[in-house]
T-cell receptor, first 113, second 113 residues
Framework: EAEVAQSPRYKITEKSQAVAFWCDPISGHATLYWYRQILGQGPELLVQFQDESVVDDSQLPKDRFSAERLKGVDSTLKIQPAELGDSAMYLC???????????FGQGTRLTVV | AQSVTQLGSHVSVSEGALVLLRCNYSSSVPPYLFWYVQYPNQGLQLLLKYTTGATLVKGINGFEAEFKKSETSFHLTKPSAHMSDAAEYFCAVSDSGNTPLVFGKGTRLSVIA
């Protein structure tokens, strides 16, 4: 069964360091999302891609976060420098089209110390 | 802008009892509504969705939900709880599929033997 792949599953980093997460969506899915889920809360959208283009990054803290999907397939989310408040689960999701259901990866659990 | 309110951050039921998880939404256009389940340190798995048509939607694992426009609700039910149903449940809304999912804060379901 096709699934969204994310790596790493867990990441511990010191504050002020750089960290990167990788996501490989389901093959053929044009829409890709990055969500952040703080412990005890629901996921919140960080950025949405349609193919290689950013559709919505209004909630992405652009002073420290960046996201790219250069070839319209896999995607990387980067944080530099990491802050203690960035500790969260980072979820990647993809969908065939914008108006269809999103499939989620298992997430990357980030702990900033 | 859309929003979701999940009433009750924690619900506890006995094994075999009815499960009822409440979700109310706000949307300026006809909504698409979703319920996702999340097990510890895992991604989100779609339980069911409502887009158009029949207002009673059946999903996986015996769950169902009913879209009630007059009450702006989309409550999740299951007639008989199993121990394996213990997890976090998230209700989400999208404006007719044209916007990314907006999630509620989640309801943690505990099932007591």
């Amino acid at each position: 069964e096709a699934e969204v792949a994310q790596s790493p599953r867990y990441k511990i980093t010191e504050k002020s360091q750089a960290v990167a997460f990788w996501c490989d969506p389901i093959s053929g899915h044009a829409t890709l999302y990055w969500y952040r889920q703080i412990l005890g809360q629901g996921p919140e959208l960080l950025v949405q891609f349609q193919d290689e283009s950013v559709v919505d990054d209004s909630q992405l803290p652009k002073d420290r976060f960046s996201a790219e999907r250069l070839k319209g397939v896999d995607s990387t989310l980067k944080i530099q420098p990491a802050e203690l408040g960035d500790s969260a689960m980072y979820l990647c999701a993809s969908s065939l089209q914008r108006d269809l259901e999103a499939f989620f990866g298992q997430g990357t659990r980030l702990t900033v110390v | 802008a859309q929003s979701v309110t999940q009433l009750g951050s924690h619900v506890s039921v006995s094994e075999g009892a009815l499960v009822l998880l409440r979700c109310n939404y706000s949307s300026s256009v006809p909504p698409y509504l979703f319920w996702y389940v999340q097990y510890p340190n895992q991604g989100l798995q779609l339980l069911l969705k409502y887009t158009t048509g029949a207002t009673l939607v059946k999903g996986i694992n015996g769950f169902e939900a009913e879209f009630k426009k007059s009450e702006t609700s989309f409550h999740l039910t299951k007639p008989s709880a199993h121990m394996s149903d213990a997890a976090e449940y998230f209700c989400a809304v999208s404006d007719s599929g044209n916007t990314p999912l907006v999630f509620g804060k989640g309801t943690r379901l505990s099932v007591i033997a």
